[in-house]
């Protein structure tokens, strides 16, 4: 098997559309169990997650939220978790919302809505079934795709009513005063096209430096930013996302040591194993030695 550049598995379908400012947008995607992998973070941003097809998990730190075809949950800003897809179907197909608090607040505001008015912002909780969004989001991706002109005056508006629509019927009970008070964020585009391009990058082919130009960031401010959203510093985090791959592949793909070393990109299978037991406690060899455990 030759040493592959990039992951064997590289993501199939993600597109986004923000407002020129970050502040409004979406990102549909459609992904397969292991074509998009990622640990637990935040952002300055609320995520409206609408799930179009299978169902996506949110693992929270005290709880996991799995949203079905058709629901809608909010990750809220501040909330560490992370996400995954294609757990119990063939793939994961959805529309999150991407929207900063000051658009949610001015909306909020406009519309008058009798939610809390903490300093903070608001906490939006469990999940939601409108009919009403779900074919407006159908509508949303039709002008995305066609992107005849006035597209992008249009998809903003859509973005909106959407937004219109959730906070109309969210129930009041479900609203609290949100309390997190973040460290300065990577804005969810930029974690979103880190995290896109460690999992399409083998571990031959990734440079931290490539990596900070197609983000669009110096990495003199990625690096702490990265750290503020995840914990961990972008390396660390790269290295345990591949040990993450490896064992998957070592475990549900039934892949030898060498094949596991070779299809993430390492240049030698040494390399791998001393990677693998730095980030595990183990080797490759112990790691299928031990009683099955969930690589989750």
Known sequence: MPILRRLENAVPSSSVWLTPDLTLGFHHFAYRNGEYDGFSHTHAEYGIVMCLAGSVEILYQDRLEVVRTG?????????????????????????TLIVRPAVMQSVVDLMALPYPSPDGGLRFLGKFNNPEVFELAGRLLNEFREQRRGFGTMVETMVRQILVYLLRDWPIDAVVPLSSHLLPQLPW?????????????????????????HVGVSSSRFIPLFKN?????????????????????????????????????FKNVSHFCSLFLQVTGTTPKGFLEQPPLSID
């Open 189 to 213: 585009l930029h974690m979103h096209r880190a995290t896109e391009y460690m999992n399409c990058h083998g571990k031959g082919a990734f440079r931290l430096s490539d990596l900070c130009d």
């Open 229 to 265: 959203s995840s914990g961990i510093s972008p390396h660390v985090y790269y290295n345990s996302l591949i040990v993450f791959k490896a064992r998957r592949l070592l475990l549900s793909e039934h892949r030898s040591t060498k094949e596991t070393a070779y299809a993430l990109g």
């Open 71 to 95: 629901e809608v949950t909010i990750v809220n800003p501040g909330d560490m978790h992370r996400c995954r897809f294609g757990v119990d179907g063939p793939n994961s197909c959805g529309l």
